[in-house]
């Protein structure tokens, strides 16, 4: 029995069975990067409340745990935390003050090319130049982290609060940021699921290019100069999300194929939807309300299937720019608050086709001031008029089954919630 013991000893030693995960505590006045270079890879280590002014290096896996949130400060120069292994976890820390260099990307934690399955969980990243740099780490895992910018430097010398580069299967959950310069950089990051993120106060609350088969859902994006900007991009799901009050578009799809974007919010923008360069997406099921313009669509946007979804209230419901109708709702149809047909047979579809550019709209564009008359009888007739004379139109969104109903029965919560202008 002895020699067999000494026997699985031995193969235990040479094949490098690993032994159980050591915790290590960090004490007010200790050194994190002292306990990181004693600790075997697996090791916890646990840092207690105190403020700690260092720049972290992880070279192999590790847990750092934060005790009733300790602050980490970067002391404003390089990144405050640096990761270069697999598998490293970041939890329950605030992490400070990195440097503001743009050329070198300082981050409050960088993950480097490798650091494959990464998890960065409830900490506040806070006076960073970028919140958190992700470049060709795959499997990451960012959860419910509150970020930060430099808050009084300009929008374009700030940093992104959350960047991902070449990565796979990034899990960007439940996070709030703010005060950067995108809110959530994505570039070249296919798999990936972004849910429940909070965006504000920023450029972009997702600037998001080249990147195929990802999720959004259920995100709130508001008060940005842009919300969801999603662009060179394919096989997208873009479902339930929010994006309401931004000073330009809500959400941007340009340069898009096989998308579908569903059942989202987008309320009280200066362009509720920025479509351009689009094809062969399917919008369904979005409540598009109280925005300066619902729709500015153009470049050659076509074949997309745009169905069941409410226009309601915009000032101009379709900014059209093409050479040829565009057929709209031709299964379920659209709701369109200004409609002016009827339902004559009570089957829910108006008897008349709903054509978004006609003369009116077009007079509208020309002479803003007009726009004070719209709901005046002398330019209800002339719309009419311009049905019955197709001399008069121009090419325009076509709905030959518009909905008498909206989808959305809660679509009046969304009204005034306008992006602040000055008066």
């Not at 050591?22 to 403020?51: F, H, K, M, N, W």
């Amino acid at each position: 029995m002895r020699t067999a013991l000494g026997l699985l000893a031995a193969c235990a030693a040479a094949f490098g069975t690993p032994a159980a995960a050591a915790t290590l505590r960090v004490a007010p006045g200790g050194s994190i990067q002292a306990a990181i270079e004693r600790a075997a890879p697996g090791d916890v280590i646990e840092i207690e409340r105190a403020r700690y002014e260092e720049n972290l290096r992880i070279a192999k896996p590790l847990t750092l745990r934060g005790l009733d949130r300790p602050t980490l400060s970067g002391g404003l120069k390089g990144d405050t935390i640096r990761i270069t292994a697999e598998d490293v976890t970041i939890e329950g820390l605030i992490v400070a003050n990195s440097g503001d260099s743009l050329r070198d990307q300082n981050a409050g934690i960088y993950v480097y090319p490798g650091s494959h399955r990464a998890v960065v969980r409830n900490c506040d990243l806070a006076y960073n130049l970028f919140g958190l740099w992700i470049e060709q780490a795959n499997d990451v895992r960012v959860e419910g982290n509150l970020v930060t910018g430099k808050r009084d430097y300009q929008s374009s010398q700030r940093g992104n609060g959350i960047q991902l580069y070449n990565t796979l299967r990034a899990q960007v959950i439940g996070n709030h940021v703010s005060f950067v310069r995108d809110a959530i950089y994505v570039d070249v990051t296919h798999d990936a699921v972004f849910r429940g993120n909070r965006l504000h106060h920023s450029r972009y609350g997702t600037h998001y290019m080249n990147s195929y088969r990802n999720l959004w859902e259920d995100n709130d994006v508001w008060m940005n100069r842009g919300g969801l900007a999603l662009m060179e991009v394919r096989d997208q799901v873009v479902r339930n999300n929010r994006a309401w009050a931004n000073s330009d578009h809500g959400i941007m799809l340009r340069t898009i194929q096989d998308a579908v974007v569903e059942n989202n919010v987008v309320a009280g923008n200066q362009r509720g939807f920025f479509i351009y360069d689009a094809e062969y997406n399917t919008l369904r099921g979005n409540t598009i309300v109280d925005n300066v313009v619902g729709v500015h669509l153009w470049a050659g946007s076509k074949n997309n299937q745009v169905e069941n979804n409410d226009f309601i209230a915009n000032r101009e419901q379709v900014r059209y720019v093409g050479a040829r109708d565009e057929l709209w709702g031709v299964k379920e149809g659209n709701h369109w608050s200004n409609y002016l047909g009827w339902d004559r047979n009570g089957d829910g579809f108006g008897d008349v086709r709903y054509e978004a550019n006609d003369l009116v709209d077009r007079l509208s564009w020309r002479h803003p001031m007009m726009k004070l008359l719209l709901a005046s009888p002398a330019v209800q007739t002339l719309r009419l008029v311009g049905q019955q004379f197709p001399l008069l139109r121009a090419p325009s969104i076509v709905d030959p089954k518009p909905r008498m109903q909206p989808h959305n029965p809660n679509w009046s919560q969304w009204l005034g919630r306008h992006f602040p202008r000055p008066d």
